[in-house]
Structures are given as C-alpha cells and as structure tokens.
C-alpha cells in the first residue's frame, strides 16, 4: 500500500521542521482546531503534509485580516 503524496503522512517534529517552527507550536495549533490531526495508537500524533502545508498563508491575506478586524473594532 502506498500513500500518495497529498496525503502524507508527518509526525508533530517532521511538521515542525517542516514550517521551521517548535513542536509546541504544532501541537498549540492542534489543540485549537487550526491544524487536523490524527491519532495512531495512544500516544503517536499524525498530519496530513498537505493540511500542514495549509497553515501557511501569504502575508498580504493576514494584513487584510488584522485590518479588517482593528477597522471593525473602531465602529
């Protein structure tokens, strides 16, 4: 059985290396509902490369968001 590559599978630290972030990142984003993941067993947590590849946002696009957000809080 092979997996394809969209839906490869990534450990909590091979997602961090991967956004060059910390473990604890990843899983402050698991916790929250930003980031799925899968459990495999007990303890061994699972991501989807291309969910985790999804995290990412260009910089315009966030921008936009916090502007958006403080103008609303103006009114």
Do not use: C, F, N, Q
């Amino acid at each position: 059985m092979t997996i394809s590559v969209e839906h490869e599978l990534l450990t909590v630290a091979e997602a961090a290396d991967r956004l060059r972030v910390t473990t604890r990142y990843i899983r402050m984003l698991i916790a929250d509902g930003t980031l799925p993941a899968m459990r495999l067993g007990r303890r061994s947590i699972r991501l989807r490369r291309d969910d985790v590849d999804h995290v990412l946002r260009p910089i315009e696009t966030w921008i936009s968001e916090v502007t958006k957000s403080t103008s609303a809080r103006r009114l």
